[in-house]
């Protein structure tokens, strides 16, 4: 977090840094209230708060559901999931005293078969549950209030913004692809051509941020500089 607000600071913009336990509805509530008497209205929440390890390059899966122990996958659950649902919470009534805002939700995946003999999620489905269930979460939060002006999408973290696919080769063994590669990947994965690094994601938040309500409760990705309802 200190990291970040030195960013911030020398881009000469307001901030206030609060450290915030996501899954604690004490501290939520309180996030939104210092936030709202710093500057006396919230117009935009990102739920970025996650628990992904097993996407940073490099790093090993999780295990298979038959070896997760229950503690962790509801701290996965509770990060990922109840984080968003309470820091929509305590946010949307702020948003809808004034009849206006916009929620960007971190929601991927899909329900669709892989290939025949393919294992792209193993070890990945307390996350991906989580992920999915963030977007059916969008879809219903957002037709709840509509009627108040705020607009809620779901939306990967991912880099590209180009309408062409970039195809990945195959991690060096131990890796798993996905996630965005940072200063601490390892050097395999930073030098290799397919990487997609933190510059990358470019102003696909602040794009998102403008959404237009016919988006509400829709899956969104950035694509050549626009914002675009994402198919399944």
């Not at 911030?8 to 901030?15: D, G, K, S, T, Y």
Request: charged share 25%; proline share 6%.
């Amino acid at each position: 977090m200190d990291t970040v607000a030195n960013e911030v600071r020398q881009l000469e913009a307001e901030f206030l840094p609060v450290e915030t336990d996501v899954t604690d509805e004490d501290q939520v509530r309180s996030l939104m209230d210092q936030v709202y008497r710093k500057w006396g209205r919230i117009d935009v929440l990102i739920n970025d708060a996650g628990i992904a390890p097993h996407f940073a390059v490099g790093a090993p899966r999780w295990p298979r559901v038959r070896d997760l122990s229950r503690d962790f996958f509801q701290k996965v659950i509770d990060t990922n999931l109840v984080g968003t649902f309470l820091t929509c919470k305590h946010a949307i009534p702020y948003m809808e005293s004034i009849y206006a805002g916009h929620i960007i939700n971190f929601g991927q995946g899909n329900l669709r078969a892989g290939p025949r003999g393919s294992r792209p999620g193993w070890g990945s489905g307390v996350y991906n549950t989580s992920k999915i269930a963030i977007r059916a979460f969008t879809r219903q939060l957002a037709d709840e209030e509509r009627d108040f002006g705020i607009c809620i999408v779901s939306m990967g973290p991912g880099g590209s913004t180009t309408t062409q696919a970039v195809q990945r080769p195959e991690p060096e063994p131990g890796g798993v692809w996905g996630g965005i590669v940072t200063e601490d990947s390892p050097e395999w994965a930073r030098k290799s051509a397919s990487a997609v690094h933190v510059d990358e994601v470019g102003d696909r938040y602040v794009i998102a941020a403008e959404a237009p309500m016919e988006f509400s409760g829709s899956q969104v990705q950035v694509r050549d500089g626009k914002l675009e309802v994402a198919s399944d």
